[in-house]
């Protein structure tokens, strides 16, 4: 037995299972964001702009204080950004940090070229 190898693979194989673990986790909470952001847009038209900070208010209280009305508003403009047939499927490639950094841009064309150049973000966001 290759007792070297042996630790090697195993360090390798964990290495590789939290990349995938955190890409899967970083996925599904940008989606998550994405549909809440979507909700918050339809309440917004039927119940008004304060709304979200009325839910904001409530949220804090009963599931945590980082979902304050400054990260519901960017969850909403998640939503209101990317709410294009062409560019949402893209979205779901996107890390948190990506989305507003991108959001942050206020350019539509800037956005959808870091965008379609997925590869090129993690080299504009450093």
């Keep these: 037995m290759n007792y070297y190898n042996e630790i090697k693979t195993?360090?390798?194989e964990t290495e590789n299972y939290a990349?995938?673990?955190?890409?899967?986790?970083?996925?599904y909470k940008i989606l998550t964001y994405y549909?809440?952001?979507?909700?918050?847009?339809?309440?917004g038209t039927k119940y008004g702009e304060k709304?979200?900070?009325q839910y904001s208010e409530k949220l804090k209280v009963e599931v945590g204080k980082k979902?304050?009305?400054?990260?519901?508003?960017?969850?909403?403009?998640?939503?209101?950004?990317?709410?294009?047939?062409?560019?949402?499927?893209l979205v779901s490639q996107l890390t948190w940090t990506n989305?507003?950094?991108?959001?942050?841009?206020?350019d539509m064309n800037k956005m959808y070229y870091y965008i379609a150049q997925k590869s090129n973000i993690c080299?504009?966001?450093y």
Excluded: W
Excluded at 19 to 27: G, P, T
Excluded at 36 to 41: E, N
Excluded at 68 to 87: I, S
């Design 51 to 53: 709304i979200i900070d």
């Design 99 to 106: 989305a507003l950094v991108i959001m942050s841009l206020k």
């Design 67 to 89: 979902y304050n009305r400054r990260t519901l508003f960017r969850m909403k403009q998640l939503y209101n950004t990317f709410d294009n047939e062409k560019v949402s499927p």
């Design 10 to 12: 195993k360090i390798l």
């Design 35 to 43: 549909e809440i952001g979507k909700l918050l847009s339809e309440a």
């Design 123 to 125: 080299y504009f966001l």
């Design 19 to 27: 990349r995938i673990k955190e890409y899967s986790k970083e996925h």
